[in-house]
């Protein structure tokens, strides 16, 4: 090895000037040439004559001696050995680093023996057995995949094929949706090695998961209210059909675009979708005008079955109240009847004269001067005249005739007749004297 390094030898003077190994002096050059740098010939046949003294060769400097064809000496078996050792150690060496690869962050290496399956190496600085027994494929399974469907860039480049799907109801719909995706960890090697090609098998997944909700759905609930369970069923649907295929798939995202009916039957159904809304409008106005009805005519009607139910119980009430009275009255009536018959009378004549409009004087033993508290009677009348009116109301209240006006205050001369009592008309009270 010191050899080695010595025959080769970048700080060497002797490069490109006849000296093999360094230990010989250099040549005389030509006079006339200078001190410049060696020409590149003169540099490539110093290189050959050193790799040849490293197999045992020795050059003679233009040196043509007898037996010695070109001025080199053939090489002797040991240098020979070592030669051959060196490039040995040196071309395995080279093949041996070949193994080394790197592999960077969010990718894997899936490494092959004879073109089969290995082992999986993460991210990092790995080796393997160099080519051709061992391989590695590097595949990043951290990249977000994403491809489109039923359009290409923008809404207005429609695929139709794609795109056109029908429903239960037998109506078309023009859907447009964008599917993303990535690798599993563990699923590099089944998206190399288990499916011919990965990404188109994820598309017509896509599409099949798709064409299949659809078809089990109407046009109202897929254009509607039903974007979101769509999706989500497609999601389901194709990671299902992705993991039976062993495709190493993960589906992270089905994004609905835009679904409408076809261009040719747009106008068609706009009017469609208008009567429609009128149809809920309307169903939505009578069930208003239902609500606000409905209570309050249940309510009427519990107002009036309670008033009736009021009603009779204060009849029974009332019934029975007078039965029991009249009960009572004709027990004690049976014990005195003389006694009965006048308490009777007496009740009787007090509540009718209680309720009377006339007042009757007797001035057989008075003077002609009477004093009556008119403010009061008048007062008096007026209360029993409005509860009067408020006890019947169909019935025409009682007016008193009119009073004259007293002479001096409240004193009313009143014409005395023997043997007779005068009477005057005042209002619902008596005032004896």
């Given at each position: 090895?010191p050899?080695?390094i010595?025959?080769?030898n970048?700080?060497d003077?002797g490069?490109?000037?006849?000296?093999?190994?360094?230990?010989?002096?250099p040549?005389k050059?030509?006079?006339g040439?200078?001190d410049?740098?060696?020409?590149?010939?003169e540099?490539w046949?110093d290189?050959?004559?050193?790799?040849?003294?490293?197999?045992g060769?020795?050059?003679?400097?233009?040196?043509?001696?007898?037996?010695?064809?070109?001025?080199?000496?053939?090489?002797?078996?040991r240098?020979?050995?070592?030669?051959?050792?060196?490039?040995?150690?040196?071309?395995?060496?080279?093949?041996?680093?070949?193994?080394?690869?790197?592999?960077?962050?969010g990718q894997?290496?899936?490494?092959?023996q004879?073109?089969?399956?290995?082992?999986?190496?993460q991210?990092?600085?790995?080796?393997?057995?160099p080519y051709?027994?061992?391989?590695q494929?590097?595949?990043?399974?951290?990249?977000?995949?994403?491809?489109?469907?039923?359009?290409?860039?923008?809404?207005?480049?429609?695929?139709?094929?794609?795109?056109?799907m029908?429903?239960?109801?037998?109506?078309?719909?023009?859907?447009?949706f964008?599917?993303?995706?990535?690798?599993?960890?563990?699923?590099?090697?089944?998206?190399l090695?288990?499916?011919?090609?990965?990404?188109?098998?994820?598309?017509?997944?896509?599409?099949?998961?798709?064409?299949?909700?659809?078809?089990?759905?109407?046009?109202?609930?897929?254009?509607?209210?039903?974007?979101?369970?769509?999706?989500?069923?497609?999601?389901?649907?194709?990671?299902?059909?992705?993991?039976?295929?062993?495709?190493?798939?993960?589906?992270?995202?089905?994004a609905?675009?835009?679904?409408?009916?076809?261009?040719?039957?747009?106008?068609?159904?706009?009017?469609?979708?208008?009567?429609?809304?009128?149809?809920e409008?309307?169903?939505?106005?009578?069930?208003?005008y239902?609500?606000?009805v409905?209570?309050l005519?249940?309510?009427?009607?519990s107002?009036?079955?309670?008033q009736?139910e009021?009603?009779?119980?204060?009849?029974?009430?009332?019934a029975?109240?007078?039965?029991?009275?009249?009960?009572?009255?004709?027990?004690?009536?049976?014990?005195?009847?003389?006694?009965?018959r006048?308490?009777?009378?007496?009740?009787?004549m007090?509540?009718?004269?209680?309720?009377?409009?006339?007042?009757?004087?007797?001035?057989?033993s008075?003077?002609?001067?009477?004093?009556?508290?008119?403010?009061?009677?008048?007062?008096?009348?007026?209360?029993?005249?409005?509860?009067?009116?408020?006890?019947?109301?169909?019935?025409?209240?009682?007016?008193s005739?009119?009073?004259?006006?007293?002479?001096?205050?409240?004193?009313?001369?009143?014409?005395?007749?023997?043997?007779?009592?005068?009477?005057?008309?005042?209002?619902?009270?008596?005032?004896?004297r």
């Amino acid at each position: 090895m010191p050899r080695i390094i010595k025959l080769f030898n970048l700080n060497d003077p002797g490069w490109g000037r006849g000296n093999n190994n360094g230990s010989e002096p250099p040549p005389k050059r030509p006079q006339g040439s200078g001190d410049g740098p060696p020409d590149l010939d003169e540099v490539w046949r110093d290189f050959n004559n050193r790799i040849g003294s490293l197999f045992g060769r020795k050059g003679g400097g233009g040196n043509n001696r007898p037996g010695n064809r070109g001025g080199m000496t053939p090489p002797s078996p040991r240098g020979a050995r070592i030669g051959l050792g060196v490039v040995a150690l040196v071309a395995a060496g080279i093949w041996l680093a070949s193994g080394f690869y790197i592999v960077q962050e969010g990718q894997v290496a899936v490494v092959t023996q004879f073109g089969k399956y290995k082992s999986t190496s993460q991210a990092g600085f790995q080796w393997r057995l160099p080519y051709p027994i061992q391989s590695q494929e590097i595949v990043n399974v951290s990249q977000l995949r994403t491809f489109e469907v039923g359009f290409r860039g923008g809404s207005r480049n429609k695929v139709l094929p794609e795109a056109l799907m029908l429903t239960t109801d037998e109506n078309i719909v023009d859907m447009q949706f964008v599917v993303q995706y990535r690798l599993r960890a563990d699923g590099a090697p089944d998206y190399l090695f288990m499916t011919r090609d990965p990404d188109e098998s994820v598309r017509q997944a896509s599409e099949t998961a798709m064409r299949e909700v659809v078809g089990k759905q109407s046009m109202d609930f897929v254009l509607y209210e039903g974007r979101t369970a769509v999706a989500s069923q497609v999601q389901t649907l194709m990671q299902q059909i992705l993991d039976r295929y062993q495709t190493g798939v993960q589906v992270s995202t089905v994004a609905i675009q835009n679904v409408q009916p076809p261009e040719q039957v747009q106008a068609a159904f706009d009017d469609a979708v208008k009567a429609g809304q009128d149809r809920e409008r309307q169903i939505n106005e009578g069930q208003a005008y239902a609500n606000q009805v409905v209570p309050l005519a249940s309510g009427q009607a519990s107002r009036m079955t309670e008033q009736a139910e009021g009603y009779k119980a204060k009849v029974v009430g009332d019934a029975q109240g007078n039965t029991s009275r009249f009960t009572s009255i004709l027990g004690e009536y049976e014990k005195a009847p003389a006694v009965m018959r006048q308490r009777m009378y007496l009740e009787s004549m007090q509540d009718i004269f209680t309720r009377a409009s006339k007042v009757m004087v007797d001035t057989k033993s008075n003077n002609n001067m009477l004093y009556l508290p008119l403010d009061k009677i008048m007062h008096l009348a007026a209360q029993d005249a409005s509860k009067s009116s408020v006890g019947n109301p169909g019935s025409p209240a009682l007016v008193s005739p009119p009073i004259q006006p007293p002479l001096r205050g409240n004193a009313v001369p009143v014409p005395q007749s023997s043997g007779s009592s005068n009477s005057n008309t005042l209002p619902r009270d008596r005032t004896s004297r």
